[in-house]
């Protein structure tokens, strides 16, 4: 694994200033996830999160409840390196707006994706693992990540009801 210091249990960032990851990387990254309580880590190619650009590398187990949420003022584009993943757009009520079926290029599924408005969005998570390399503008600012109030805040019996009425209706 390359050398990195721990911002917390979900995030990395290099020790160097050049960052170069290998499949060796990756593994260690899932590996780290499952025993992360949120079932998720990223590790940054960035150094800090007041750089004006942020590239990540996000590992998510198929447990991972990632919360609908939305980016004020950011851009933010994903290409996925293993698994499968449905990213479903919402509109402001909650309602489906549209659903993205993505995966490796291998799987014939879009591998790419760029949010270039303030969507809600959420990822179901289709395989035992997705590892995605995101990118995003920074600096980081937990204020401009907005959650809507008819999402569950956190893993538990809400999120999993949330997210089966969310499968059932894309189903």
């Given at each position: 694994?390359i050398?990195?210091?721990k911002?917390?249990?979900?995030?990395l960032?290099?020790?160097?200033?050049i960052?170069s990851?290998?499949?060796?990387?990756?593994?260690?990254l899932k590996r780290?996830?499952?025993?992360n309580?949120?079932?998720?880590?990223?590790l940054?190619?960035?150094?800090?999160?007041?750089?004006?650009?942020?590239?990540m590398?996000?590992v998510?187990?198929?447990?991972c409840?990632?919360?609908?949420?939305?980016?004020?003022?950011?851009?933010e584009?994903m290409?996925?390196?293993?698994?499968e993943?449905d990213?479903?757009?919402?509109h402001?009520d909650?309602s489906?707006?549209?659903?993205?079926?993505?995966?490796?290029i291998?799987?014939?599924?879009?591998?790419?994706?760029?949010?270039?408005?303030?969507?809600y969005?959420?990822?179901?998570?289709r395989?035992?693992?997705l590892?995605?390399?995101?990118?995003t503008?920074g600096?980081?600012?937990?204020e401009?990540?907005?959650?809507?109030?008819w999402?569950?805040?956190?893993d538990?019996?809400?999120s999993?009801?949330?997210?089966?009425?969310?499968?059932?209706?894309?189903s």
């Open positions: 694994m050398l990195t210091k911002e917390s249990d979900e995030v960032y290099p020790v160097n200033e960052v990851v290998c499949s060796t990387d990756l593994k260690e780290l996830a499952l025993l309580s949120r079932h998720r880590i990223r940054c190619s960035h150094q800090n999160p007041m750089e004006k650009i942020q590239e590398f996000i998510h187990t198929s447990d409840y990632v919360r609908p949420h939305k980016h004020i003022g950011k851009i584009s290409s996925i390196l293993e698994g993943v990213v479903v757009l919402f402001e909650g489906i707006r549209e659903v993205i079926n993505m995966g490796t291998e799987s014939g599924k879009k591998f790419y994706n760029r949010i270039s408005e303030p969507v969005h959420t990822l179901l998570i395989s035992d693992f590892v995605f390399h995101e990118i503008e600096p980081f600012n937990r401009d990540t907005i959650f809507p109030d999402a569950p805040e956190i538990g019996r809400e999993i009801d949330f997210i089966n009425h969310v499968d059932g209706i894309i």
